[in-house]
């Protein structure tokens, strides 16, 4: 096993903190494969609260699960050894930063030392696609903005998260949901965002503790939605991580650690990056029970109306989708500027 990360040096015989044993316990669960640390915890960024993202190889596909001592959780996200040795660009940018825990075969090693040397290339092919996400939300902003307001919102907060994880990686960082406003800030430091403009197209004028604690709660019930949704095994493989009790335990306590460190708008970005991925997933989940395409021009409609609908108009606002037109359009002008202007240092 490789060197123990810093966070879990310890004097010989004390008793191990919480993490590691949450770290102990996953690698005694899966005594035969290989395990390593990605996310903010390999990058040294986490928080108190922060989960431990570990990277499990195995040769069975299986869902994302939680494990937990105390207070403390680990994300366990499995991976083919075909996934680790020629990884998707994201995942390869997340093994460049990896810190290996146990690896027999030498498996991740040397995808790590593969990874390291083409991240500047993938952190570019990753930001290149968000870019194109980000623009391609925007068209949807424009064509809905007149006619269904909530859904041009959506789309407007979708493509601010794009275009936040894009300059995120375009600034040879890793990008961290609950993190991405912070490493936002950082990199504004250096003249290489559009800070101002980001923060506008996300609505983080609408940031206070209260609307942080709606957006908890509606997150709450989406997860509660998926966790109680009927999957067969290949949807169960892409959105497993929803069955578990615990996936809303660890939103809720990263936001809860940021509310108290008054980190409102850090809190609201994080939860606006939430809203959107997990009503994607929702919708995406809902199309595939009804066995009809997905209609991506009525995300918040299809999930909001009509005899099948899952969610209440009122559990909207409680998202913060709730800018008028005019907002909305000021908030996409103000987005579209930001994407031409990072577009053009590609």
């Known amino acids: 096993m490789a ?15 919480p993490n590691t044993q949450t770290i102990l316990s996953v ?12 996310g903010c915890h390999a990058a040294r960024m986490s ?48 093994l460049a930063k990896a810190t290996v825990l146990r690896d027999g075969s030498l ?15 993938n952190c570019t092919k990753a ?8 623009l391609k939300a925007l068209g949807r902003v424009d064509e809905l903005v007149a006619r269904n307001t909530p859904e041009a919102d959506f789309w407007l907060t979708a493509a601010a998260n794009d275009l936040g994880v894009s300059e995120v ?27 101002r403009e980001w923060t506008e197209a996300s609505g983080f004028r609408l940031a206070s503790r209260a609307s942080c604690e709606n957006r908890l709660e509606t997150l709450g019930v989406l997860y509660d939605v998926l966790r109680t949704t009927a999957m067969d095994l290949p949807m169960s493989l892409r959105f497993g991580k929803y069955r578990s009790e615990d996936a809303m335990a660890v939103v809720r ?19 606006g990056y939430e809203v959107v991925r997990t009503l994607l997933d929702l919708h995406s ?22 005899p099948d609908r899952l969610l209440s108009e009122e559990l909207l606002r409680g998202m913060g989708i709730v800018r008028t037109a005019e907002l909305v359009r000021a908030g996409a002008d103000s987005l579209r500027t930001a994407v031409s202007s990072l577009a053009t240092k590609m």
């Open 169 to 195: 990686f375009s600034g040879m960082q890793v990008p961290s949901p609950s993190h991405i406003f912070s490493q936002m800030k950082g990199l504004s430091k250096r003249k290489t965002v559009s800070f």
């Open 285 to 306: 989940l809902h199309c595939y029970g009804l066995k009809k395409e997905p209609d991506y021009s009525d995300v918040t409609g299809e999930l909001t109306a009509g």
């Open 3 to 17: 060197g123990r990360p810093r966070s879990q040096e310890r004097p010989e015989g004390a008793t191990p903190d």
């Open 47 to 94: 928080r108190k609260n922060c989960e431990y993202d570990l990277l499990v190889v195995s040769k069975d596909p299986t869902p994302t699960k939680y494990a937990r001592a105390g207070d403390f959780y680990a994300e366990i996200v499995f991976r083919s050894e075909r996934d680790v040795r020629t990884p998707e660009t994201e995942l390869a940018t997340a």
């Open 253 to 271: 306590g990263k936001a809860d650690e940021l509310l108290q460190s008054l980190e409102t708008i850090e809190c609201y970005s994080f939860l």
């Open 127 to 134: 930001a290149e696609s968000h870019l194109a996400s980000a």
């Open 27 to 38: 690698l005694k669960t899966y005594p035969s494969s290989e395990v390593a640390i990605i």
């Open 107 to 121: 498996l991740l090693a040397g995808a790590v030392a593969s990874c390291k040397r083409r991240f500047k290339e």
